[in-house]
């Protein structure tokens, strides 16, 4: 989900458009289409030996930290300008996994998941440059993958395009550049780990996890395809297992569709949400006495069709204090609360205690769903390594329907029910989901024609019966308000296809691409009736969403943020279907392919100010403790608190570090046992006297019933800048010591 909020377009025009500014900134289980889109071979087998299969791949696995300023910064996802960063949940990182052709090295793919919103183009660039140059010929533009896992509490400003940077004031360099190094980072310790193995492929339901966040969108796709399943979203995840040469597991990438929505707007802490915890739980499992980031085993969850979806499987509830509705599911149609959308909000499974629990409920699911799978022995996987990819402009890209028909895509352009939000962040004022009207407000008509070009003629057309609301398509100034040319691409191991989408493909829409691939796959001979096709996206190019045909009428949120118009799906199906042919064994050379899109990081406004100075209060020193532990035992299940004199942490992001250590006393020695990487701790910044540059730090650990007894500690790693000489110093500051018992 992406809602944006067009103020500081220009000077001269911000007072009229504050208003406006406040609005947009908030802005199946498969059993009867396994059939027809994975093959019944898939089916799983318990307990079964796979310690004598062969090998054929070289494969490598990485982890890197990509944490960006972790206050004062926009968050990523809902785009609200009130959320603004104050410190730390997890870290964020990177995951890569490289698979290479044994007999023929340089045949090679490269998959990175990543705990961000979305893939950027020019991220992607800076990563593709960075590993070209140092492998020249072995990582390509061809055969690497940034896929994200969505996360909305993650560090914005890092996209190229000015719509993102309205309420990120502008581009934020220091978070593209932590992505940029912590993900070549994770790709070099993949490429160090590179050894043979083999591969073994398989799937599984998971419920508990997601819900349709628009039925009634999807339900408006025909009835005899929607009677192919059982389900309104996917239930099913596919998980691809990593194995040493001895049949030891060295990790897995898995797929599967849940918006990263469980911690709401009003979270101001970084986090990787669902995603990035499901990781790290897995992770740890595995190796329990490594810190987060730096265990050898690699946890990939990854998005697939993930549209639609919403982590907050209770469902859609008002909550409106004090009317006759509160308490009641919003209305369905619209999402609505009195005919209003602010009140409407779904709920995850820990309401009543969190979004936190929430969210460590829905990850959970997930690594349970993850840990069946590696519990059983999957179908081998084998075959050529193989990788296709082609810019495509779709500003009014032309192309024929298997009817023959000819229809195009349209320039960029966002509907009314873009500023309506979703059930998972609401949006505000008069603005709904699935309300076709383009004159709610006349106030609306006036405003929208003040922030972007009234769109021409052929753009209304070519975006009906979809109402603009924002014609970014025709916007330029002061640079490219959204992107006209989108990175599509596919990756190849074997039987597995693994499409990757530069965008949020709805639930159907993402059925509809997978029966497409899969049936061009094997018609044309490149893969036999084992074929298997998984979607991976919001990757490479953020193009917003893709809806089916259907679901773009009813213009609820995903079908007005469909940003290409009506035939965005069809658009992609046929020039993904093109590509296929480069996934045969044989194929040779590239595609052709439209110009890449132009580098705008020479243009991009950045309005974020820098740090001038730290100042510790009078009569203290930098990290120096305000409030201490108790001198009383805490026990399992309690919390210890610390606030210390702290300093601004953009000064440095401690990448592969840490602003905290919870410290073990074990034979006369502080040993680390948590980091601000564990669910467990959090870390906090906040600024207290603006002038004179004073901070505070605060930082929390919810004690886990695992905890052994012991004398244990806080400690506080931050760095102060001098004003007059620019230097940035580093200090340590400590807690008392406490026990625990």
């Not at 209305?331 to 609505?336: A, C, K, P, R, V």
């Not at 024929?400 to 609401?426: H, I």
Request: proline letters at 7%; one cysteine or more.
């Amino acid at each position: 989900m992406y809602l944006v909020d067009p103020s500081s377009l220009t000077p001269d025009i911000w007072s009229v458009m504050r208003s406006f500014t406040e609005l947009l900134s908030r802005a199946l289980l498969w059993v009867n289409a396994l059939t027809l889109v994975y093959p019944q071979h898939l089916a799983l087998q318990q307990n079964t030996e796979i310690s004598a299969l062969p090998t054929q791949y070289l494969l490598g696995l990485g982890i890197g930290d990509i944490t960006g300023p972790v206050v004062e910064t926009n968050m990523m996802g809902y785009a609200d300008r009130e959320q603004t960063d104050t410190g730390l949940h997890m870290r964020q990182r990177s995951r890569a996994w490289i698979v290479a052709d044994a007999s023929i090295p340089s045949d090679r793919i490269v998959f990175i998941n990543a705990d961000i919103g979305m893939g950027d183009s020019g991220i992607r660039r800076s990563i593709v440059s960075a590993l070209s140059a140092q492998y020249p010929g072995l990582y390509t533009n061809e055969n690497i993958a940034l896929v994200a896992t969505h996360s909305h509490a993650g560090v914005g400003g890092y996209l190229e395009n000015l719509l993102p940077h309205i309420t990120s004031l502008g581009y934020v360099k220091q978070t593209a550049d932590a992505i940029v190094e912590g993900t070549v980072l994770a790709v070099r310790r993949a490429h160090a780990s590179l050894a043979p193995g083999r591969l073994t492929l398989g799937n599984t339901t998971v419920l508990g996890v997601n819900i349709n966040r628009s039925p009634s969108a999807y339900m408006a796709n025909p009835p005899e395809e929607r009677a192919k399943y059982e389900y309104d979203v996917d239930k099913d995840m596919t998980l691809l297992r990593f194995d040493d040469a001895d049949g030891n597991a060295r990790g897995f990438l898995s797929f599967f569709p849940v918006h990263g929505t469980s911690l709401y707007q009003n979270n101001t802490l970084v986090s990787g949400d669902n995603k990035g915890m499901a990781a790290y739980l897995y992770e740890s499992m595995v190796e329990p006495s490594s810190m987060p980031g730096s265990a050898a085993f690699v946890a990939g969850f990854t998005q697939s069709n993930v549209g639609d979806t919403s982590p907050n499987v209770l469902g859609p509830v008002c909550e409106s204090p004090g009317k006759p509705w509160d308490g009641e599911p919003c209305e369905y149609e619209h999402s609505t609360c009195g005919n209003a959308t602010q009140d409407c909000r779904g709920r995850g499974p820990g309401f009543r205690m969190s979004d936190f629990e929430s969210n460590r409920i829905i990850a959970q699911r997930q690594v349970d769903g993850a840990k069946t799978l590696m519990e059983w022995t999957l179908e081998l996987v084998s075959g050529p390594v193989r990788s296709v990819h082609k810019y495509l402009n779709m500003h009014f890209k032309s192309f024929e329907l298997q009817n023959g028909t000819t229809v195009k895509t349209c320039p960029s352009a966002l509907g009314y029910s873009f500023a309506g939000g979703t059930t998972d962040g609401p949006g505000r004022f008069d603005f709904i989901q699935g309300d076709n009207s383009s004159s709610q407000n006349p106030f609306w008509e006036i405003v929208k024609g003040a922030v972007t070009p009234r769109p021409p003629p052929e753009q209304i057309e070519c975006h009906y019966p979809k109402p603009i609301l924002l014609d970014t398509g025709y916007a330029r100034q002061p640079y490219q308000w959204s992107p006209d040319t989108v990175d599509i691409q596919m990756l190849r191991v074997g039987n597995f296809v693994m499409v990757i989408i530069p965008g949020e493909m709805t639930t159907m829409a993402g059925r509809r691409m997978r029966e497409a691939i899969r049936a061009e796959v094997i018609s044309s001979g490149i893969v036999g009736n084992e074929a298997y096709v998984a979607i991976a996206g919001p990757a490479n190019t953020y193009a917003h969403y893709v809806t089916t045909r259907e679901e773009y009428a009813v213009q609820r949120y995903e079908g007005a943020s469909t940003i290409f118009g009506p035939f965005t799906l069809e658009a992609y199906m046929h020039e993904y279907g093109n590509l296929v042919p480069y996934l045969a064994a044989d194929a040779s050379g590239i595609p052709p392919s439209d110009p890449a899109p132009e580098d705008l990081t020479g243009k991009v406004i950045s309005l974020q100010l820098p740090v001038i100075q730290d100042m510790p209060p009078l009569g203290k020193e930098f990290g120096d403790v305000l409030v201490d532990v108790n001198t009383s035992p805490y026990h399992p299940g309690g919390t210890v608190s610390a606030r210390f004199v702290g300093a601004n942490p953009r000064n440095n992001l401690r990448l592969e570090g840490t602003y905290l250590t919870i410290d073990r006393l074990v034979e006369d020695e502080w040993v680390p046992v948590k980091s601000d990487s564990h669910p467990s701790t959090t870390f906090q910044w906040v600024r207290t006297n603006t002038l004179f540059a004073v901070s505070e730090v605060n930082i929390t650990w919810i004690i886990e019933p695992e905890t052994p007894d012991g004398v244990y500690r806080m400690s506080y790693y931050g760095d102060a800048k001098h004003m007059v000489t620019g230097l940035i110093t580093p200090f340590v500051g400590y807690s008392s010591d406490f026990t625990i018992a």
